[in-house]
């Protein structure tokens, strides 16, 4: 087992860390001052993201899954993981550009150029509509129907909380083709343009952004449409939400370590009773809680991600990486606004920010309770888990 990093993994994430350094960070004083002015959810905007993108890009910065065909850097899991720590680390939102949905690449050759290309270009911009008001964690249960007529398909229905869903250009729609087959089957992913005719609602949340509610009324996509293969749809929203349970813990560690280190910062310059705070085991025990609970993150992540890069079905690793990420980031953000008393509480410094931020973390993409339904089933039928080891 080696832990080490290769010469060029190590070169990409000196890249990634320097332009982190120089590039984002200076913008957070930016981001703190338009979230006081109540605007910070718009921040940064597109133009801004674009110019930083395009900064990153000098770097060789750019799609980092995205197939080297395509002009990206066809990194795997592991390394992204790694590089979205890094990413998240600053507070300021941001993505490399040349990315697209992984599902995206099922398309075919015409669906590519149409739907593919441009977003990797960052030209257009997708979503992923999966989510319905009465189907979330039970999403085989999903009611928008999409129904057959000549070489088209109509579809009907609303689907909620989808995340870019106001700003897409085209949403990735998942629909019920056959009710009768079930969701292994019956479901089928459509690309859907906005001007085929749905409409988009924002929904504002507790965090800092929000996502959005779509309505299809009797929407016509024609049959080219049609993301892979009819009746094969769950099959592909699951493989994007597979990729997601090794990502967003990811992301965790990230804006973990760096509260962590305000914690840290603030712990050695703030008296009290004559004495930094940090002298007191208190804040001692929250400081070296967060940081084991933020290694054993990282970990899981890293495990996870490199059963991904071997083609070695993660999903159980990975619902355990999603499960202790996003509740460590929860402990490690509130005990970080508890070292900084009540300044943590004011909108001065960031961390009420995050605390509110992270708390999505538990929620999407699969509870917390239905990573723990999963990881308990394959337990209960004895298909993983318990020590497993490559
Ligand atoms: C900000 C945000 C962005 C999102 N982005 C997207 C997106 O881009 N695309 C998309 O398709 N969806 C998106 N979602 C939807 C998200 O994936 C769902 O909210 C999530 O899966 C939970 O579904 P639900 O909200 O319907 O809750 P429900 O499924 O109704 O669950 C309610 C509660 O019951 C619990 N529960 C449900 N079933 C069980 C069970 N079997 N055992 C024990 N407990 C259970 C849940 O854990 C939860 O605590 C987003 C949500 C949010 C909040």
Redesign the pocket.
């Known amino acids: 087992m080696d832990f080490r990093l290769s010469p060029e993994e190590k070169l990409i994430l000196e890249t990634v860390q320097s332009f982190v350094q120089s590039d984002l960070m200076p913008l957070e004083q930016e981001l703190q001052q338009a979230e006081l002015e109540g605007h910070g959810q718009d921040f940064p905007d597109q133009e801004t993201l674009r110019r930083l993108q395009l900064k990153a890009r000098e770097l060789g910065l750019w799609g980092l899954q995205t197939p080297e065909e395509y002009g990206g850097l066809a990194l795997g899991q592991q390394m992204t993981a790694l590089i979205t720590m890094e990413i998240h680390r600053c507070l300021v939102p941001f993505q490399f550009g040349g990315a697209a949905d992984n599902i995206l690449f099922a398309g075919t050759q015409e669906q590519q150029r149409e739907y593919l290309l441009p977003t990797i270009a960052g030209e257009r911009r997708s ?5 319905e008001p009465t ?5 085989t249960n999903i009611r928008m129907q999409a129904v057959a007529e000549g070489d088209d398909f109509i579809l009907t229905g609303e ?7 106001n700003e897409a250009d085209f949403a990735i729609v ?1 629909a019920v083709t056959d009710r009768g087959k079930g969701a292994r089957g019956g479901i089928t992913a459509f690309l859907v343009d906005r001007e085929m005719g749905f409409t988009s609602r924002y ?1 504002p ?1 507790m ?1 800092s ?3 959005a509610r779509l309505t299809f009324n009797q929407v016509r996509a024609p049959r080219r449409n049609v993301l892979g293969e009819v009746g094969k749809g769950f099959e592909l929203a699951m493989r994007w939400i597979v990729n997601g349970r090794v990502i967003i813990p990811a992301r965790a560690v990230g804006r973990a370590q760096r509260l962590l280190e305000m914690g840290v910062d603030y712990a050695r310059q703030r008296v009290a009773f004559g004495h930094a705070i940090g002298d007191y085991q208190a804040i001692q025990w929250m400081l070296a809680d967060s940081e084991v609970e933020i290694e054993a993150s990282r970990w899981l992540v890293t495990h996870a991600a490199w059963l991904q890069d071997e083609g070695i079905d993660n999903h159980h690793e990975a619902s355990i990486a999603k499960l202790q990420g996003a509740q460590m980031v929860n402990r490690v953000a509130d005990r970080v606004l508890q070292i900084h008393g009540g300044m943590g509480y004011t909108k001065e410094l960031p961390i009420e920010r995050v605390c509110r931020d992270v708390r ?1 973390f538990r ?8 990573q ?2 999963t990881i308990a089933k394959d337990l209960l039928r004895g298909t993983a888990g318990l020590g497993r080891w490559e």
Do not use: N, Q
Not at 159 to 165: A, L, N, P
Not at 363 to 370: A, K, P
């Open positions: 979503c992923f509509a999966l989510t189907a979330g964690s039970d999403a689907k909620i909380f989808i995340t870019g869903g998942f929904i949340t965090g952004w929000g996502p999505v929620i999407y993409e699969g509870t917390d309770e239905i723990k339904r």
